[in-house]
């Protein structure tokens, strides 16, 4: 008979655990389960056992993994559970090592939340394009939230304290629970119908996928998308996004970050204002300063000392220009004259009484000048014009 050899508890519990860690189906299963023995440890681990109706099994989850639930756990609570199972040497136990964790029926949810983005990103609910531009000192703001709870005492505490003077409509809804979602659609209607406010704050607090399944309705969305007035949607945590996120003009990662944005700070504009008309005085004083300088330089001038030079050299300034005005207007007339001058020499170069003047004379009958001795005959009667006068005659 062959002789075994005896390993002491430490070497059987490394085998188990090597046996485990080189098994494919243990190393990435996933476990559905009830959630018992819940214990949060204060370095943020959580240690828990998952049951069904026939078996316990240890489990935990770190902290880096813990983290990034979406979901407070708690004994009762039915869970799917992804990670990897092994033993724990020191106590020879064997656990699941936790890596992800979601409530029973999330991934349906997951399934349906995924469907619906797909079809209204296709549809152009989601483009950038269509978003509308918050206003940047509303004077009212509408809030359709619960009427209860932190988000809606921490958003009329920001409003109010950044900017008092815009007026809080709120608008209480169910936020989530069977009518929640046509209570939400009622609201935004509702604003969009009495237009009393110019910008709406659409949102909740944070929870598990299932508490804000309202904002991933389609009829939410669409209400959203169909709204005149811009909407911001702030539901959950930074970490959570909705269907509402995508189709809002804006998203906030939080209720309080919603408020942030949809008003500015009364502070910052005081602040703004006063640098403002800082700089409008400094600019004033600049001009005025330069103003004051041209003025001194002017009145520095002899000319601005005794004004009565100024009145003197204008006199003389005209007394030139008058002489000038006298010497142009005689040149002008001799101009003229030596012009008549030609003119009159050559007109009586042309006129006949030149010519009579010179010893000619003009002979004139029935039919005019006489040019020709075909236009007499004897015995007519002429007329003959000399330098001194004229004298009738008859041919003969």
Request: net charge positive; proline share 4%.
């Amino acid at each position: 008979m062959e002789e075994r050899p005896i390993l002491s508890v430490s070497q059987v519990n490394l085998y188990i655990k090597n046996v485990l860690d080189n098994n494919l189906l243990l190393t990435d299963v996933t476990v559905k389960g009830e959630i018992s023995n819940y214990k949060l440890h204060s370095s943020g681990h959580i240690y828990m056992s998952l049951k069904d109706e026939t078996g316990v099994m240890r489990a935990v989850m770190f902290r880096a993994a813990a983290s990034k639930l979406r979901f407070k756990p708690e004994n009762g609570m039915k869970v799917i559970a992804r990670g990897r199972v092994t033993v724990y040497e020191r106590d020879g136990q064997y656990q699941l090592y936790i890596n992800s964790m979601e409530q029973e029926g999330v991934g349906d949810l997951h399934v349906a939340f995924e469907k619906l983005k797909k079809k209204l990103m296709e549809e152009g609910l989601f483009d950038p394009a269509k978003k509308k531009p918050l206003p940047r000192y509303p004077k009212k703001v509408g809030v359709v939230t619960a009427p209860t709870g932190a988000a809606i005492r921490d958003i009329i505490n920001i409003l109010s304290r950044r900017f008092s003077y815009t007026d809080i409509v709120i608008y209480s809804v169910l936020v989530q629970g069977e009518n929640s979602a046509r209570s939400i659609v009622s609201a935004i209607e509702y604003f969009n119908r009495e237009k009393s406010v110019d910008v709406m704050i659409v949102g909740r607090g944070g929870g598990s996928i299932e508490d804000l399944w309202s904002f991933n309705e389609e009829i939410v969305a669409r209400a959203i998308y169909e709204s005149e007035i811009p909407i911001v949607s702030a539901v959950g945590h930074e970490i959570d996004f909705t269907i509402a996120d995508f189709v809002a003009d804006l998203r906030a990662p939080t209720p309080s970050a919603a408020a942030e944005l949809v008003v500015p700070s009364g502070d910052e504009l005081i602040e703004k204002f006063g640098n403002v008309m800082k700089r409008l005085k400094n600019s004033a004083d600049r001009i005025l300063e330069n103003r004051k300088l041209r003025l001194k330089n002017c009145m520095d001038k002899p000319v601005m000392k005794n004004p009565y030079l100024k009145l003197d050299d204008r006199k003389i300034y005209l007394d030139n220009l008058g002489h000038r005005l006298e010497m142009a207007e005689k040149m002008l007339m001799e101009r003229k004259k030596q012009m008549l001058s030609v003119y009159v020499s050559k007109l009586d170069g042309l006129s006949p009484l030149g010519t009579v003047a010179r010893g000619f004379s003009v002979a004139t009958g029935e039919s005019g000048v006489i040019k020709s001795v075909n236009q007499v005959k004897s015995g007519d009667e002429i007329n003959v014009r000399v330098s001194d006068g004229s004298f009738d005659a008859v041919v003969k």
